[in-house]
């Protein structure tokens, strides 16, 4: 089992900034992959950053160059610093982990941290 652990979230005004933080506990798993997405209540959760084990990014479109994802190998830490946050950046941020066991990769999801930007 992978259990995630989120910080960070809260209220910011626009155009201010702020880091999530997801720490991973873990045992005889591998990480291959560590990211954020996000939900807007009534609305699908989408991707909004990704860094995979070789520590390769994607970001969605709208978060490039305001957003950026880093990994913390060491520590089984993932951080996303949002800078430039827009009002439309507002939702639960959740951190996602996809981790390796005797061949079979699992998916395991934080427990969603609130990020409300007002405008």
């Known amino acids: 089992q992978v259990q995630l652990v989120e910080s960070g979230g809260g209220l910011v005004q626009a155009g201010g900034s702020l880091t999530l933080s997801c720490a991973a506990s873990r045992s005889r798993f591998s990480i291959n992959s560590m990211g954020w997405y996000r939900q807007v209540p009534g609305q699908q959760r989408e991707l909004v950053a990704l860094?995979?084990?070789?520590?390769?990014?994607n970001y969605a479109d709208s978060v490039k160059g305001r957003f950026t994802i880093s990994r913390d190998d060491a520590k089984n830490t993932v951080y996303l610093q949002m800078n430039n946050l827009k009002p439309e950046d507002t939702a639960v941020y959740y951190c996602?982990?996809?981790?390796?066991?005797?061949?079979?990769?699992?998916?395991?999801w934080g427990q969603g941290s609130q990020v409300t930007v007002s405008s």
């Open positions: 996602n982990c996809n981790a390796w066991r005797a061949g079979v990769l699992y998916e395991y």
């Open positions: 860094v995979k084990e070789g520590h390769s990014t």
